[in-house]
């Protein structure tokens, strides 16, 4: 593991403990490659630090480890379920913290979610369609001969 460089801290920056509690949910290198030349809170921290500040991934400071290596983690964490498995650790810690049960026991729907009437359902209630009653907006100013 690469030795962490002393640097300023960013508002966004995990702290020691935040690291303790997602570091066993980071993957370990692949096996029979070389080894990792990074340091994975540093790669967290500019991950965190993108999202956080809503910049681009190439306008992340150079004092973080180089944006290109930033973003091949943040999108293989994303592709083999990495933050799926820190969100739901987290949940668990807030919900048990709290003094809830560690899973929820509801769900939210919108009404974009749930369809309410069946399609070609006659007795459904539906719109009739509208006729513009003003002249078109595009050619209303070209003057006619």
Known sequence: ???RKLR???PSDLTDAQWALI?????AAEPGGRARGVDMHEIVNGIVYVLRS???WRMLPHDLPPWGTVHYYYRRFRR???WLNVHERLRT???RAVGRRPEPSAAILDSQ???TTKKGDPSAATMGSRKL???SATCSWIPSD
Do not use: E, F, H, N
């Open 8 to 10: 300023a801290a960013y």
């Open 54 to 56: 809503g910049c681009s």
């Open 80 to 82: 083999d379920g990495t």
């Open 133 to 135: 009653t003003a002249a």
């Open 23 to 27: 570091a066993p949910l980071i993957p």
């Open 93 to 95: 810690k807030v919900r």
């Open 113 to 115: 979610s749930v369809k």
């Open 1 to 3: 593991m690469a030795k």
